[in-house]
């Protein structure tokens, strides 16, 4: 395959399924199934898709994206036909964004949510869409208000369930607003979104994220649309990310990770034959990095997760590869310069007491930061064959050294000077 053009090594290229990105693998294919759910035949039918198009490597993303890897360039439009004949293509035509809104995994579902939010997402979704001239990657979080949140996620815009008839909207900074009826959040939405649009067109391109705005002029964007500062709604514990989750009507979802996010057509074929065997529905693809088998028996919950603990599945919260975040790098994508993916494996081993105490890895096979755009306790970003080694910081940060992954592993062992310095940050 030809070297990706340059386009398409922009940093921050969003690739959708009608607009794969290549990589060193072939291309790559995002799916985001509409609602982030799928039968479990539609999820053995992706899985044999990603093997018969593709080098059968599937991904989920940290937006509850699945990603087909090592797609033939030849065979892209017969994946896109057989996606769009399956119901699994969820994309809007135009240069907006791929997807505008996200929903917290069990939205519709959890038996703590205030009001529907896969139902209030549909609606902003749908008025989002008419708004002209929103960025790329403009995202906004609807939130239910239950405990299953998206707290840390970063979104322009955050719509919270503060009662069953009212919602909360909240900008970047904890700046809030409302409430407002939930009946007329959505024209709210798109009254906010256009006047977005018109404030960093003024802007000369400086403003592209709600973020960039400074808080003072936030503020007076949501004032002219007609909204009122409120003080924060109360904070929520960060959710198990793993586990069993109460739904409505008694039913149970199990919420099992992907270690490192992915998975094999071979997995996920299993996992849907696991599904229909206990009779789960419907499928949803966690946002970080897992799936949730919902609508069960607490009959039938607990030996599910069991079984997929010895599927190799995350099930316990504590577990520590939760913690790690790595994207495929070498030599599955062009731009790796180390093998992040089996780097991480050894060094989730090497640091397992640090990542059960709660300490944050992220192991990035270039400083394009695919995996996580954000800061960890330690980062790791591979450069020329080593890592650049950050300390309580992100891609592009100053590193304090600059090693291979078995000089890394030696520095993490107790006593070395990386392990006490991780470990002194810590307490
Ligand atoms: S961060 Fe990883 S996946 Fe992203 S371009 Fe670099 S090597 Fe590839």
């Known amino acids: 395959m030809s070297a990706p053009a340059r386009e398409t090594m922009r940093r921050g290229w969003c690739p959708g399924t009608l607009r794969p990105m290549p990589t060193g693998d072939g291309l790559l294919v995002r799916l985001h199934p509409p609602r982030n759910a799928l039968t479990p035949d539609q999820l053995a039918h992706v899985a044999e898709l990603a093997r018969r198009h593709g080098n059968g490597q599937i991904e989920v993303s940290g937006r509850g994206n699945l990603q087909l890897r090592g797609i033939r360039e030849e065979a892209h439009p017969a994946l896109v036909d057989d996606l769009l004949a399956a119901g699994l293509v969820d994309e809007a035509a135009g240069d907006g964004p791929n997807r505008l809104t996200l929903t917290s995994p069990l939205a519709g579902r959890a038996a703590d949510e205030l009001l529907d939010a896969a139902v209030l997402a549909e609606t902003v979704e749908r008025v989002g869409r008419d708004v002209t001239g929103l960025p790329a990657k403009f995202s906004i979080v609807v939130d239910g208000g239950g405990a299953l949140a998206l707290d840390g996620f970063t979104a322009d815009l955050r719509l919270r369930a503060v009662t069953a008839e009212e919602v909360a909207f909240g900008l970047p900074d904890e700046l809030w607003f409302g409430p407002v009826a939930r009946g007329d959040s959505p024209a709210l939405v798109a009254r906010l979104l256009n006047g977005f649009v018109a404030v960093s067109g003024q802007s000369s391109g400086q403003v592209r994220r709600m973020r960039d705005l400074k808080p003072d002029e936030r503020n007076s964007l949501a004032v002219s649309c007609g909204l009122a500062p409120m003080a924060t709604p109360p904070a929520r514990s960060k959710?198990?990310?793993?586990?069993?989750?109460?739904?409505?009507?008694?039913?149970?979802?199990?919420?099992?990770?992907?270690?490192?996010?992915?998975?094999?057509?071979?997995?996920?074929?299993?996992?849907?034959?696991?599904?229909?065997?206990?009779?789960?529905?419907?499928?949803?693809?966690?946002?970080?990095?897992?799936?949730?088998?919902?609508?069960?028996?607490?009959?039938?919950?607990?030996?599910?997760?069991?079984?997929?603990?010895?599927?190799?599945?995350?099930?316990?919260?504590?577990?520590?590869?939760?913690?790690?975040?790595?994207?495929?790098?070498?030599?599955?994508?062009?731009?790796?310069?180390?093998?992040?993916?089996?780097?991480?494996?050894?060094?989730?081993?090497?640091?397992?007491?640090?990542?059960?105490?709660?300490?944050?890895?992220?192991?990035?096979?270039?400083?394009?930061?695919?995996?996580?755009?954000?800061?960890?306790?330690?980062?790791?970003?591979?450069?020329?064959?080593?890592?650049?080694?950050?300390?309580?910081?992100?891609?592009?940060?100053?590193?304090?050294?600059?090693?291979?992954?078995?000089?890394?592993?030696?520095?993490?062992?107790?006593?070395q000077d990386i392990r006490a310095r991780l470990e002194a940050a810590r307490h």
């Open 239 to 415: 959710p198990a990310p793993v586990g069993l989750i109460a739904e409505q009507d008694n039913r149970v979802a199990v919420l099992a990770g992907l270690p490192f996010g992915r998975s094999d057509a071979a997995g996920l074929r299993r996992f849907g034959e696991l599904a229909r065997e206990v009779g789960t529905h419907e499928i949803r693809v966690l946002p970080w990095r897992g799936l949730a088998f919902c609508g069960l028996s607490a009959y039938a919950a607990a030996p599910l997760r069991e079984t997929l603990r010895n599927e190799g599945l995350i099930v316990e919260a504590d577990d520590p590869r939760l913690a790690v975040s790595a994207c495929a790098g070498a030599p599955a994508c062009a731009r790796g310069e180390v093998p992040a993916l089996a780097d991480a494996a050894v060094l989730s081993e090497a640091m397992a007491a640090l990542l059960a105490d709660g300490l944050g890895l992220h192991v990035s096979g270039c400083a394009k930061s695919c995996a996580r755009p954000g800061s960890a306790d330690l980062t790791l970003v591979g450069r020329d064959g080593r890592y650049d080694v950050i300390l309580a910081g992100r891609a592009g940060d100053a590193a304090m050294a600059h090693l291979s992954s078995q000089e890394l592993v030696r520095r993490l062992e107790p006593g």
